[in-house]
C-alpha cells in the first residue's frame, strides 16, 4: 500500500509528526499551488522565501533518501489547489492512504476534512506538535476564565516547561520585566547589521519565477537575504543571541529611521515555516542569560514573545475561529488608503513602515503596532481589509498568527479577548520611541490645526466615535476624564480636522 505524506509550505521541519514514520514505500508530496500564492496577492519576497525554502526542504528530504515528489507552479500538469493536486496523485501513484498533520490555517484545515469522503480512501491528520502549547491545553487553560490574560498563560508555560526558574519563583523574583524594556534609542546607538545569507541558484530561480508570475503582487524581491534552509535559519538565530539579545530588551520598543531590524530576532519567518523550533530559540537565550551574555530584561522579554505571546495567540486563534474572523466590536468600516500600498504619505512614520515592509517584507512589532496598527484603529479602518493588508505583507504572516495580532491587539475588533483596552496612542508616543517626527511635515507637538500631526487628532476623535462603546472600560478613565473636559468648541475642531482628513484619503488623495 502507498502511504502519501502530505506536506504543507509552513511544515518544513523534520521532526514534522507525519515525516516521523515515513517507511521507504511512502510517498512524500510537496506542491506549490497557485491558489494559495493568489487566494491573497502575497508580497513577492514572501512567496520567494516560502517557494525557496521549499525546494530546499524537498532536496533535504531526497537526502535523507526519502521518496519525494515535488510539483512545481510552473509544471503543465499542476492542478493549482491542494485538493486538485492530491487527486492527481492520488491516481498516479495509486494511493491507499493519505498521512499529513493538521494545516494551521482553518480554512485549509475544513478543506482537507472534506479529502477523505471525496477521496475515498482514510486521511489521517496529526496533531501538530510542534507548538508548545496544544490546542486541548490551551483550552484547557482557558476554560472558565472570564478574561484571557497572555500574561498569566505565560507564567503557566515558563511554569510547565521549566524555563527561567529558580526553586519555583521566576528568576530574578519576577516574571516579566517589561517596565525596563521601553528605553527609546540614544543617537550614535551602534546597531550591529544582522547577518545575511547569501542566496544560491535555487531562490535566484525562484525570483525570476516570482517576478515573472506574480509581477503585480506587491514588493520587492531585491535585496534577498534571508535563510532557506535549517541550517542558515540556525546561523541567523546564533547571530541574533550572540550580537543583538543583549539590548534586544532595553530598546525593544525603539524605531529609528534607517534601521529596520533593531536588535529584533528576525526570526518569526523561520519559526513559522518550521526552519526553527520555539524551543531551540528559548534554550539559546536562556543559556546567554546563564552564561552572562545577555541581561534578564532582554531574555526574558525575548522569550515572553516566544514562549508567551506566540502560544497565546495561536491559542486564542483555535479558540475562537471561524467567527473571529468576522468581528467587528467598534464597527470600524473606512476602506484601507491607497498609500498602504504605494507607501507616499506626507507621514513620516507611516511613510517608512510601508516602505521598509515593501522592501523587507518586514516590520518590527513596535511598528506593526504603534504605526500602522495605532493608525488603523484611530482612523477606523475596516477590519477585513486590514487583516488582509497585513496577511500579505510579511513573510511571517499566516492566518493563525496575523488574525489575533490584527483584529485582538491592534484594532480591539474582538471587544478585548487578547487586548484589555485598545492600544491607542497620539503622536507623542510616536515622538518619544523614535526618530521619525524629525523628518517629517507634521509637527507631533501641534494638537490641531494646520501641520499638526494626524495621530493627535485622530486620538481624540476615536474617543469621541467609541464613546459609548469604551467610556466604561476601566482601563480608559483617564483617556475619558480627559475628553469629557474638553468643551463643545474643542471636541468639535477634533472631529472637523479628523474628518476633514480621513476624507481625502478616502478619495484617494493624500492630505500634504
Ligand atoms: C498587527 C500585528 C501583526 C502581526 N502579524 C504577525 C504575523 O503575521 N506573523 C508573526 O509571526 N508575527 C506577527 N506579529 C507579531 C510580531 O510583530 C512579529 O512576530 C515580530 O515582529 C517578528 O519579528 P522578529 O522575529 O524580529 O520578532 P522579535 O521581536 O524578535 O520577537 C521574537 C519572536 O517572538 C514571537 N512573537 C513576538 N510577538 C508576537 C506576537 N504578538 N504574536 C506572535 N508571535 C510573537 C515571534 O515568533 C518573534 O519571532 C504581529 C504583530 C502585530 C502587532
Ligand atoms: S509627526 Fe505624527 S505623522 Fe509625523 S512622524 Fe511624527 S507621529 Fe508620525
Redesign the pocket.
Known sequence: MTVLRFIFGDQLSMDLPSLKTTSSSDLVFMTEVNQEATHIKHHKKKLVFIFSCMRHFANALQKKKLNVEYSYLTDSHNQGSFKAECRRIISKHNIRKIILTEPSEYRVLEDVLTWETEFEIPVEVLEDTRFLCSKSRFKKWANGKKQLRMEFFYREMRKEYDILMENDKPVGNEWNFDSQNRQSAPENLKIPQCHHVKEDDITIHVKDMVNDYFSDHFGDTEPFFYAVTRSDALICLKD?ITTRLAH?GTY?DAMIEDEP?M??????????CGLLG?ME?ILAAQEAYYQKKAPLNSVEG?I???LG??????GIYWLKMPDYKEENALDASRPLPSFFWSGETAMNCLNVAINQTKKNA?????????V??NF?LLAGLDPHA?NEW??IV?A????W??L???SG??LFADGGVVASKP?AASGSYIKKMSNYCKNCAYSPDKKIGKGACPFNYLYWNFFLVNYNKLKSNPRLGMAYRTLNGFDDDKKLAIQEQASEFVNYFDKGVNHD
Open positions: 541574533f534586544y525593544q531590524f536588535f529584533h530576532a528576525l526570526i518569526s519567518l523561520y519559526l513559522n520555539p530559540c525575548f515572553r514573545q516566544v505571546w506566540r502560544e497565546y495567540i495561536r518586514y516590520a518590527h512589532h513596535i511598528q506593526r503596532l504603534m500602522l496598527g488603523s486590514v497585513y496577511h510579511y511571517d504572516a499566516y492566518e498568527v496575523e489575533p495580532n490584527v491587539m491592534v492600544y
